[in-house]
């Protein structure tokens, strides 16, 4: 980690403490020790496995691809890709830094740049499909429930869900129409010219240009390879699910036993989708707000609700950072294995 990340990583959680006492300032000290105290602590066990599960399927995700590729990717190196990319998905904003992080860290297993970003690639393209996926059946079934309730959020549900969907036809144009997304791009780009030099504007035209030529590569390579994209889309799904179910097992821990486990998960994919929207690192202070508003429908009590939200981001949002500082200091077994050659062991 740079320097600038490390006072990022420190601003982060000294802004998460400071919503958290911000949230508890009407909440009797009494009653949130009373509520931690009644916790049914067997599920929230399962909210934090459910957690590790998901990192678990999203490194088996990694090593599948990587395989494909002909390379025998060990679990301990494809456990690290995840966390760390939760890490530096943590500290950026629009969650900017979890690509180049996992390119990094795969690098840093001996795995080659090119092959590395074909496999990150891949894994992106699914990984946002299924999303979009899993928003369009949520909005289905909980934008009435929630514009009827919050307004302003609804509307964000739609913005998001025009952002996504602006993403999911660029990456389709591209597969299935790449001359014509070429030359549209470049027609976008023309009026850069007039306000920036043109150095700098031919840097950013090749650059996108690139991005568009290997995206394209690796399209063509996926909708040839069909059984291999059936075989990850269901893992990411799977994944997906697991990740939001975990605010049902929270509930379930502050003794919420008639929430619906439907609503209570569709609830959560569309505060996800709200997070990504924030400019701040992990969505902060939006994040919080957006659960606490939604979330009052299944919790009435003020003291349950607060540690309802500090529940939910220690298990989804830190718990990610922290073990990703640890898989940033453990060496990859390839280089381990290296150093052990050069000290003649």
């Known amino acids: ?45 399962l909210a934090v496995i459910s957690m590790l599960v998901s990192f678990f399927l999203e490194a088996l995700v990694v090593r599948v691809l990587l395989k494909r590729e002909g390379s025998l990717f060990s679990m301990h190196d494809a456990i690290r890709i995840p ?28 795995i080659d740049a090119g092959r590395a970003t074909s496999v990150l690639l891949m894994k992106f393209i699914v990984y946002q499909s299924m999303v979009v996926i899993n928003f369009i059946i949520s909005l289905i079934i909980g934008f009435q429930y929630v514009s009827g309730k919050i307004h302003v959020l609804s509307l964000l549900f739609v913005f998001g869900f025009v952002v996504h969907f602006i993403v999911i036809v660029s990456l389709l144009l591209i597969m299935y129409w790449y001359n014509f997304t070429k030359k549209v791009v470049k027609f976008f780009f023309k009026p850069l010219k007039f306000f920036f030099k043109e150095e700098r504007y031919l840097k950013w035209e090749l650059i996108v240009d690139e991005k568009i030529d290997n995206f ?17 889309s269901v893992l990411t799904l799977v994944q997906l699910f697991f990740y939001y179910i975990i605010p049902f097992f929270i509930l379930l821990a502050l003794g919420v036993t008639n929430a619906n486990f439907l609503m209570v998960t569709t609830m959560h994919v569309l505060i996800v989708m709200i997070i990504s929207l924030f400019p701040i690192p992990g969505g902060s202070g939006g994040a919080e707000y957006s659960f606490s508003i939604i979330f009052t429908s299944f919790i009435s009590n003020a003291s349950k609700l607060v ?4 529940l939910w981001r220690l298990i989804t949002y830190y718990l990610g950072m922290f073990l990703g500082m640890i898989a940033l200091v453990i060496k990859p077994k390839k280089l381990i294995r290296a150093n052990n050659k050069e000290n003649g062991v």
């Open 216 to 232: 394209y590569k690796e399209s063509l390579r996926l909708k040839r390879s069909w059984k291999l994209l059936v075989k990850i």
């Open 1 to 45: 980690m740079t320097r600038n990340n490390k006072i990022v990583l420190a601003l982060m959680l000294a802004f998460g403490t400071a919503i958290f006492a911000f949230s508890v300032r009407n909440v009797s000290f009494k009653s949130l020790v009373g509520d931690i105290v009644k916790l049914k602590w067997q599920w929230l066990f």
């Open 83 to 110: 966390l760390i990319e939760q890490l530096f998905n943590g500290i950026t904003p629009f969650s900017s830094g979890g690509q180049p992080a996992q390119l990094f860290a795969l690098l840093q297993s001996g």
């Open 307 to 310: 540690l309802a939200m500090l």
